[in-house]
């Protein structure tokens, strides 16, 4: 229990004292999830729109396996891309394995089927209530397509964080890709993951608790925006 | 463009409809939906330029027959064809349709308007202002659609189908959850917009509004047309017995 204490104290003077070495970490963290979910949001948001709107066989298939996919084990991502992107692999010439780069692309396939399935949801939902009214209006797919991306902002941001929190917080796949090697690839997972099992379980916790006041406060900051917008641009 | 659907042809009336063009008309209409025929084989003259009332009981098929008429349903069997030609997409553009329940964008209400003018090419943001106002609406702009009165959602509804100017209304049962203050608003836009050139198809269990608003009245029943008559004839000496029945308020079995 003595950890407890030691390590808020450590985690409290590393983040006063702005800590190059921790700030690294914390960036590097951010710098990938943050553009994982943009390519998530990128290929996931189209994805789930075209699921939602479209009637085409197989497409119950396609939902069953997206909201499957929505369960990847991180540390079977991490191998596949390992194997991609590794010297023999098929994107070996791209010397791409062990870089942020590779970190981000684990991150991003494996946060995509989230915002796929579950703005696909949202999505269909919404259309389901619209479609009948732009059926009338003669309302072209991409124009209905846009006004429902459009309408149901609010709720897709949730989804976003939903990517976010996820990608932050893992550390199978980044620390296959990536290799926790310190001032280049060292994200806090993987820097809490290594700090255990050297015993240095101070330094270990003060990060997590770095690590949880960042998600805690995304998350925060998303759904306060979110409900003070709810507030005025829709009821 | 397209033809503009008052470009009519001649068809030959329903003994109790007076003679003139027809705007629309439907020919051995069938819907069906598994086994059953939901609406069994309609022919159905559309005058032009009147406000046509459509009745029945419950389940008669009113809303479908409008689904149908709109475009928003295929006939199993049949034709729908306006000005003689079957719907395509440039004569389902001048037509619009209000449903029982409104659905609003969830936007403010002139965005709410802007959406169908930009739709139909023409943004302009006094337009929004004047379709507003005329529905009694412009103080409201600002605020979110979805916020107003179950009365104001259904004439910004009702608003956001005349801005795309159709030469067609169909109104389905527009009117069936608001209170007389909220009907009445709702009835004096319709008779602006048809006294401006719009024909109205409007579905209704309201006898005192089919009375207030029927040039002509169709009558349905268990999915098949029962009666068309004008509306003179139809409240005071209906044809059909189904219609006699229902206007008696007897429980039709």
């Known amino acids: 229990m003595q950890d407890f204490g030691e390590a808020f104290a450590l985690a409290f003077r590393l983040v006063i004292s702005a800590d190059p070495d921790l700030l690294e970490i914390i960036l590097l963290s951010l710098k990938v999830s943050v553009t994982a979910v943009v390519i998530a949001c990128l290929i996931g948001l189209p994805l789930g729109t075209a699921v939602a709107m479209g009637r085409f066989p197989g497409r119950t298939g396609v939902i069953i396996l997206l909201n499957a996919l929505m369960g990847l084990p991180p540390v079977v991502v991490g191998l596949l891309i390992y194997l991609l992107l590794s010297n023999a692999g098929p994107l070996g010439w791209m010397r791409l394995l062990y870089t942020p780069t590779a970190m981000i692309i684990a991150q991003a396939v494996l946060i995509t089927p989230i915002v796929a399935a579950l703005s696909r949801e949202i999505l269909e939902q919404l259309n389901n209530e619209y479609a009948e009214q732009f059926h009338s209006l003669s309302v072209p797919g991409t124009t209905a397509a846009g006004a429902l991306l459009w309408d149901a902002r609010y709720s897709l941001l949730t989804v976003a964080l939903a990517g976010f929190g996820r990608a932050v917080a893992e550390v199978g796949a980044v620390i296959i890709v990536g290799g926790n090697i310190d001032h280049l690839t060292r994200v806090m997972t993987t ?33 306060t925006l979110r409900l003070t917008a709810t507030r005025y641009a829709y009821a | 463009m397209p033809d503009a659907i008052a470009i009519g042809t001649r068809c030959a009336w329903p003994r109790a409809i007076r003679d003139g063009d027809c705007l629309g008309e439907t020919r051995g209409l069938v819907y069906q939906a598994g086994d059953s025929r939901l609406i069994d084989g309609i022919d159905l003259m559309i005058p032009r330029g009147s406000i046509t009332v459509m009745m029945g009981p419950n389940g008669a098929g009113k809303s479908l027959l409008l689904r149908l008429l709109h475009g928003l349903l295929t006939p199993t069997a049949g034709q729908v064809l306006w000005s003689g030609r079957p719907l395509d997409a440039g004569l389902r553009q001048q037509q619009a349709m209000v449903f029982q329940r409104p659905v609003l964008l969830r936007r403010s209400v002139a965005a709410n308007i802007r959406f169908v003018l930009k739709l139909r090419g023409r943004p302009d943001p006094t337009r929004v202002d004047e379709i507003l106002s005329e529905v009694g609406l412009d103080a409201h702009a600002k605020q979110p659609a979805r916020l107003l009165s179950g009365g104001e959602q259904q004439r910004l509804n009702l608003a ?94």
């Open chain 2, 160 to 253: 956001r189908a005349l801005a795309s100017d159709p030469r067609v209304l169909f109104l389905d049962e527009p009117t069936a959850n608001l209170d007389p203050a909220s009907t009445a608003a709702i009835e004096a836009i319709v008779k602006r917009a048809h006294s401006s050139g719009t024909k109205i198809i409007f579905v209704t269990h309201d006898l005192g509004q089919a009375r207030r608003l029927a040039d002509d009245v169709v009558f349905l029943d268990s999915g098949r047309l029962a009666e068309q008559s004008s509306a003179q004839t139809f409240f005071n000496n209906p044809l059909s017995q189904a219609a006699r029945d229902y206007l008696d308020g007897r429980l039709v079995l």
């Open chain 1, 191 to 223: 820097a809490i993951a290594l700090e255990t099992s050297k015993g240095d379980l101070a330094l270990a916790l003060g990060l997590g608790i770095v690590l949880i006041t960042i998600a805690l406060s995304v998350n925060a900051a998303v759904m």
